[in-house]
């Protein structure tokens, strides 16, 4: 085998709640994350020459050690002693600092490549095991789902799926940065914490408006007084026909649920026509029984 494609999902989060604080300056968090079907493409092939390259389909992406699919290689060129030579070609879908864990999705889906390329046999609990190295959404992403994380975010339940539904994410021009993000969080003023229990239970009756009405991310409150215009997209995603609205991870991007595709697909056209923002998808919610890894051109899960 010389060659896999496999497909990087980004998530998103219908809960965030922040538990605590550790003395280590991280935060104990409970929310539930669901992965998506917008991704990025990573064709990875062995080569010749030992090293690792990498190339994307945008000219500002990092292709050496700043980009966390090259480092993901490094590691597991670590971790199993292998002198391989490798060349990652990755094709961008996902936005960047977005919330959406994009650079989190291309180095679980190196990993795994990786794993299947060279034969290596670690188990899926291993690699993730692995990845937290790298990140804590790294786990999640090699895991995928609909899944209840804990912890730092490394601690992961897997749920019920979530039901088929459609999603419109609107990244305003805008970037987030995550720790100044949890910097500024003041956990004693949070009002409103996620039923994160009540929120299990409607996914687990494929409930969209239960699914909706409890839609919580704490973080909201820190980050839309940092950049107004998050609150203004939710609202907005509302009043074009989403069933609820939130932001995502730290942000900056708001996603809204949506219950039927040509609702959605009205939606897209307000927020690139009417509002001119650039980065709207329509998506849809991933089940695990979709295959989205090639080996040689053929399917793999």
Request: charged content about 20%; hydrophobic content about 40%.
């Amino acid at each position: 085998m010389n060659s896999i494609i496999l497909k990087g999902r980004g998530k998103i989060n219908l809960t965030l709640d922040v538990v605590g604080k550790r003395a280590n300056g991280y935060h104990d968090l409970r929310m539930i994350m669901q992965t998506i079907n917008l991704y990025d493409t990573l064709h990875i092939r062995k080569t010749r020459a030992t090293g690792i390259r990498v190339g994307a389909n945008y000219s500002w992406l990092p292709t050496n050690d700043k980009n966390i699919a090259y480092r993901a290689a490094q590691l597991f060129f670590e971790e199993t002693q292998i002198k391989g030579g490798i060349a990652i070609e990755i094709t961008k879908r996902i936005p960047v600092a977005a919330g959406l864990a994009g650079g989190s999705a291309d180095a679980a889906a190196t990993l795994v490549g990786l794993n299947r390329l060279y034969d290596t046999r670690y188990s899926r609990q291993q690699l993730m095991d692995m990845g937290l190295k790298l990140g804590a959404d790294v786990p999640f992403c090699i895991l995928r789902g609909t899944v209840l994380a804990e912890g730092i975010g490394e601690e992961l339940t897997p749920l019920a799926p979530m039901l088929h539904t459609h999603i419109v994410l609107v990244k305003p021009p805008i970037s987030v940065s995550t720790a100044l993000v949890y910097s500024n969080l003041d956990i004693n003023a949070i009002k409103a914490h996620p039923r994160t229990e009540e929120m299990i239970q409607a996914i687990q009756d494929k409930d969209l408006y239960k699914i909706a009405d409890h839609m919580v991310n704490v973080l909201e409150g820190v980050t839309i007084l940092m950049h107004p215009i998050i609150q203004d997209l939710k609202e907005d995603l509302v009043k074009h026909g989403a069933v609820g609205a939130m932001m995502s991870g730290s942000g900056s991007t708001v996603f809204g649920l949506f219950e039927s595709k040509e609702k959605a697909h009205a939606a897209v056209g307000h927020f690139k026509v009417q509002r001119g923002i650039r980065d709207v998808y329509m998506t849809t919610t991933y089940c695990k029984t979709q295959k989205g890894v090639y080996v040689n051109d053929r399917r793999y899960l």
